[in-house]
């Protein structure tokens, strides 16, 4: 019996250690977020796993001198370039180059620059501190695609180059290696001469021949997506595009649109311009081909105001025997016409100073005469701007004095223009004949009042190329605006007026108003001048709407455009008053016109020019014609 009693309690204390246990797992047993919590620790260390693996092409491997089995797992996915990521260079470093100008960083990875910095020169605002970087935070990159012998395609921006730095004289000497053993490598040379925007870069391979396929070009691809760097970001996205020289000599741009791509052949250079800024890849042996792409970035200037466009370049780098060889150069500098010029490659036709008679016009008299006034003579530039505008408008008023005297000389005639008109008032081929007759009488040519003012019209309208362009106007102030090559803001809306903007600028306000008052003065006797002609539409009805429409349009047009171009409209229109009322009271007198007028009718009418003879011809067969009609 006390065997089973003892079995019994034996079996009793088992059922109650076992119970505690139970117990015991119970009370510690995870919760649903302590579960959730390691489920999201494994599912991470997963995913770190794969992109290690995914990442294994690239990534820096310390790979200890002569352990052949790591090397070996490289060329898996590296190939030739294996090599590369065994060096100790191979990590995310930069080499920093700079003189008096610029100050340059460019990666292990890649080889490229990654930040490009100018020296002296602020964004925004003068005295704002923050300068103008062209290139940083990954805003840029340039590849090579590398078309490998066993079939692989690597690109140079996710490997490692090795950097060497080394001085010849004053100038700075960066290399960058990438390398597929101790002596077979591509290299890109960085070559920074003291003061100056421009980088010598030579790319070359050496023993490549070996590792890449050589059958075809390779492609080098150059992204840029470009910083705003002044105060109207919308104003400086109109200037910024792509352009470019090709066929030994012409050149061109990909245009201003939303997204616009050109593909020229023998490419010399690539300018990725921004408004006062630019960076330009130069080579000397040109491009065969290219493809080069805008995209607009700003849709909203009020949400877009970091960048302005994303400009790409590809183009292909042929072989010569079996190896690449390239002498190029990058420019990282302003888009000043002067300094572009002094390295006599061309660069200088980026900046748009128009075509034709209008770049002619800036390029032989603006440019020198507005350098002589705000360099040689040292004056500021809203004076120089001034004196300019007052010397252009004296060289012009001759021009402008013969416009007012016709106009004198068609205001005389008029009662006698009008007395045709009623007497041929059914017969309007008569009355354009008689007319003509008229005014060979008198000695009047019509057309004088029309021809000074299109001789005019080349100079007003290369000065908006020109003050747009002229980077020498950059964050310097006059008067109330700080900065004549941004507008000129007085009060700031709370409010965006379509067209027009969120502020008010006072140069373009005082433009509008002389442009109201020198339309007012010079419409009158337009319209006294010239006679309504029938079948024709009435010019008086027409420049009475002009009065009002042109002061709005400078109004809105103007708003947002530099000081310096609204201030030399302002002060051109306020000369062009002051000389029509000199004109006017000095040397237009109405009766010795009347008085000569009547003189050159007694006189032998003079010969007729060949297009007053052709127009008389013209009148003179149609109203043959119309008198064979009405005959039958």
């Excluded at 400086?236 to 595009?241: P, S």
């Excluded at 507008?487 to 373009?508: E, M, Q, R, W």
């Excluded at 013209?618 to 009405?630: C, D, R, S």
Aim: contains cysteine; aromatic residues 12%; positive net charge.
């Amino acid at each position: 019996m006390e065997e089973k009693k003892l079995d019994l309690n034996s079996i009793i204390g088992f059922v109650l250690i076992f119970g505690i246990l139970i117990w015991i797992m119970y009370q510690n047993k995870p919760s649903e977020a302590q579960i959730a919590a390691e489920k999201a620790k494994k599912e991470l260390v997963a995913t770190q796993k794969a992109k290690k693996a995914i990442q294994a092409a690239v990534a820096p491997v310390a790979v200890v001198a002569g352990d052949s089995t790591q090397l070996v797992q490289l060329q898996k996915t590296l190939g030739g370039f294996a090599y590369s990521a065994t060096l100790p260079s191979a990590k995310e470093e930069v080499t920093t180059i700079e003189n008096e100008k610029v100050i340059l960083k460019i990666a292990n990875k890649g080889g490229y620059i990654v930040e490009a910095t100018l020296k002296n020169l602020e964004k925004f605002k003068k005295g704002s501190g923050q300068l103008v970087e062209l290139i940083k935070n990954n805003n840029a990159n340039l590849n090579i695609q590398l078309q490998t012998n066993d079939n692989r395609t690597l690109n140079t921006k996710d490997l490692y180059f090795e950097p060497t730095i080394s001085k010849v004289g004053a100038d700075q000497i960066l290399s960058m290696k990438l390398k597929a053993s101790a002596n077979e490598f591509l290299e890109y040379k960085y070559i920074l001469k003291p003061n100056d925007y421009m980088v010598g870069f030579d790319l070359r391979s050496q023993g490549l021949n070996k590792v890449l396929n050589t059958s075809k070009p390779l492609d080098l691809e150059w992204n840029l997506k470009t910083y705003r760097n002044e105060k109207s970001i919308s104003y400086e996205d109109r200037y910024t595009d792509i352009r470019y020289e090709y066929e030994d000599g012409k050149d061109n741009s990909t245009g201003l649109g939303k997204d616009t791509e050109d593909t020229p052949i023998k490419v010399s250079y690539i300018a990725f311009k921004q408004h006062f800024f630019s960076t330009i890849l130069l080579t000397d042996k040109p491009f065969e081909t290219s493809k080069l792409h805008s995209t607009k970035l700003v849709n909203d200037e009020t949400i877009d105001t970091v960048f302005t466009k994303q400009l790409k370049a590809n183009v292909p780098l042929a072989f010569s025997n079996g190896e690449l060889d390239y002498k190029m150069s990058w420019y990282f500098g302003p888009s000043d016409y002067k300094t572009l010029k002094q390295y006599d490659k061309n660069l200088e036709k980026i900046i748009p100073l128009g075509w034709g008679i209008f770049g002619w016009i800036n390029k032989f008299i603006f440019i020198p005469l507005f350098g002589f006034l705000s360099s040689t003579l040292g004056l500021s530039l809203g004076i120089a701007i001034i004196i300019f505008t007052i010397l252009i408008k004296v060289a012009m008023s001759p021009i402008t004095f013969k416009s007012f005297l016709s106009q004198a000389k068609m205001k005389v005639l008029r009662p006698e223009i009008t007395e045709l008109g009623e007497k041929f008032k059914k017969d309007p081929m008569k009355k354009q004949q008689e007319t003509m007759k008229l005014y060979n009488k008198a000695g009047v040519n019509p057309m004088a009042g029309c021809i000074p003012a299109l001789i005019q019209l080349p100079f007003m309208y290369a000065s908006f190329q020109f003050f747009p362009s002229a980077y020498e106007l950059r964050q310097k102030g006059f008067l109330w605006a700080d900065d004549l090559s941004s507008f000129d803001a007085v009060v700031k809306l709370p409010f965006h007026i379509p067209l027009y903007g969120d502020h008010i600028s006072l140069f373009p306000v005082l433009a509008s108003i002389a442009i109201f008052f020198y339309m007012k003065m010079t419409s009158g006797d337009q319209q006294m001048a010239a006679p309504q002609q029938e079948g024709m539409p009435d010019m008086a009805k027409m420049m009475k709407m002009m009065i009002y429409i042109s002061p709005i349009m400078m109004l809105f047009f103007f708003n947002s455009y530099g000081a310096g171009l609204s201030l030399y409209n302002f002060v051109s229109n306020l000369i062009t008053i002051g000389i029509m009322l000199v004109i006017k009271r000095y040397f237009i007198d109405s009766d010795k016109i009347h008085a000569q007028i009547q003189e050159n009718k007694l006189k032998e009418p003079k010969k007729q020019s060949k297009f007053q003879r052709k127009l008389q011809e013209v009148m003179e067969q149609a109203e043959a014609e119309k008198a064979k009609k009405a005959k039958k």
